[in-house]
C-alpha cells in the first residue's frame, strides 16, 4: 500500500464513490482525487425516474454523503471537472480545466449515456432523455406543464418514468419497436404482466410501433408521427432506448474496449495500473458464458469494492450472482441471475395477485429469478445462487416448499461433509 501514493478516480457515479469510500474504509492512506463532471457530490441515479421525479425526495437524500464528507476523509473532489485524455507512459490525466493530475493507480469510472434517436423533430424542445439530476429536473418541470407525454422505449428506464408521468397526472403513451415490452431483460411472462399492468393504470401501449418522426409547432414537440399515418398528441417525449457506455477515454488511451472496458477478475484493463468499474466496463460472471455490460447498482457497487481492496493489497471480496431491482407504480421487480440462456420457465404464486415469481432453467440448471411482490423469493433465491443449492422445477413451482429450508438443508449438507 505504501508504494500507492495517489488514486486518481474518472467519474463520481457509484462505482467511482464506492471505490473512494473503500479505499478509506480500509485504511488507505494515499492521495484520492474522485473526477465528477456534475456539479454535484456523487448520488445515485435510481430514484431519478422514480421518487425524486415526481418531487417524493429531495436533493440532498440523492447524495450518497454530503459534501463535507470528501473533505473530512481526505478527498480531493472535483466537480465540473471532465477527464479529457488518459497519458498512460507519464500516468497524468488531463482535466477540461488544463490541470494535470498523476496517478499511481487509475480508475475509470466514467458511467454510460443514453442513446439518441436518429429521427426528424429529435431536436425539438420537449424531447428529453434521463439520466443525471438536471435531467429530472427538466422533465419534472416540463411535465408541470403538459398535458401528454411519450416514452419512447419500453425498458426499466422508460416503464419507470412512465409510471411517475402517470402519477403526476399526464395521458402517457409507450412506445416499444419490439413485439413485446423489457424484451432485452426478461422472458414473455414477465412483459405479458407489465403490458397489462401499465395499461391497467391507464398508459397506452404500442409495440412495434414504427415512428417515422417527431411532430412540432414553433419549434415545440406537438406529437408523434407513425407509420399508419396516425400522430398521438404529446408535449414531452422522453428517449429511453437504451445506454452506451463512455468509453472514449480509455479506448483513445489504448485500452481494450468492446462494447465497454474490458475488465479481469480483479477489474483491471489491459494495462494492470488502470481499473475500470460500473457501467462502463465489461467483465465476466461466474457460471454464465461470455461476457456481460452490468447496468446495475449491485455491480457498481461490486466493483467499486473490489477496487479498493486490490489497491489496498487485501483480498478482494467474493462476488455475488447480479442482481436487479425495478419500481413501477406499487409493484417491484427484484431479479437475481441473468436469463439471457435460459431454456425452461417454472411459476411459482399468483399472477393474477401481482405477487409471484418466474424461475429460468437452462435444463435442469437454474440461472436466474424475477420476483414480482416476492421479496422472500428474491431473497431465498439470492441465497440459493450463493451457495450453490440445488432447486428442482418441482420445489420451484410448489409454493409449500420454503426455498429457505432449502438452503439450510443444503449448508447443513455441505458442512456435514
Known sequence: MAEIESVVIVGGGQAGSQAAQSLRKRGYEGAISLICEEA????????????????????????????????????????????????????????????????DR????????????????????????LRGVDDAKALRDAAAGAASAAVIGGGYIGLEAA????????????????????????????SDFYRGFHKEKGAEIHCESDITHLVGENGALSGIALSDGTTVPAQIALIGIGVLPNQEIAAEAGLDCEDGVVVN??????????????DCCRRTVAGYPGTVRLESV?????????IAAHIAGQDVPATDT?????????????????????TDTVIRGDQDAAKFSVFYY????????????????????????????????????????????????????????
Open 40 to 103: 454535484y457530490p456523487p448520488y445515485q441515479r435510481p430514484p431519478l425516474s422514480k421518487a425524486y421525479l415526481k418531487g417524493e425526495l429531495d436533493e440532498d437524500r440523492l447524495y450518497f454523503r454530503p459534501a463535507s464528507y470528501y473533505d473530512e476523509n481526505n478527498i480531493d473532489l472535483r466537480l465540473g471537472a471532465r477527464a479529457e485524455t488518459i497519458d498512460r507512459g507519464a500516468r497524468k490525466v488531463r482535466l477540461s480545466d488544463g490541470a494535470m493530475i498523476t496517478y
Open 106 to 129: 487509475l480508475v475509470i469510472a466514467t458511467g454510460s449515456r443514453p442513446r439518441t434517436i436518429p429521427l426528424p423533430g429529435a431536436d425539438l424542445k420537449g424531447v428529453m432523455t
Open 163 to 190: 409510471s411517475a408521468l402517470r402519477a403526476m397526472g399526464l395521458s402517457v403513451h409507450v412506445f416499444e419497436r419490439m413485439p413485446r415490452l423489457l424484451a432485452r431483460v426478461t422472458s414473455p411472462i414477465v
Open 265 to 278: 477478475e480483479s477489474c483491471q484493463t489491459s494495462d494492470p495500473l488502470i481499473y475500470a468499474a460500473g
Open 298 to 306: 449491485h455491480n457498481a457497487l461490486e466493483q467499486g469494492e473490489r
Open 322 to 342: 447480479p442482481w436487479f431491482w425495478s419500481d413501477q407504480y406499487n409493484v417491484k421487480l427484484q431479479t437475481v441471475g441473468l436469463f439471457n440462456d435460459y
Open 362 to 417: 437452462k435444463g435442469d440448471a437454474l440461472v436466474a429469478i424475477d420476483a414480482i411482490n416476492d421479496p422472500a423469493t428474491f431473497m431465498a433465491g439470492r441465497q440459493i445462487f450463493k451457495f450453490g443449492a440445488p432447486l428442482s422445477k418441482e420445489d420451484a413451482q410448489n409454493a409449500d416448499v420454503a426455498l429457505k429450508d432449502i438452503v439450510k438443508a443444503h449448508k447443513a449438507k455441505s458442512a456435514g461433509a
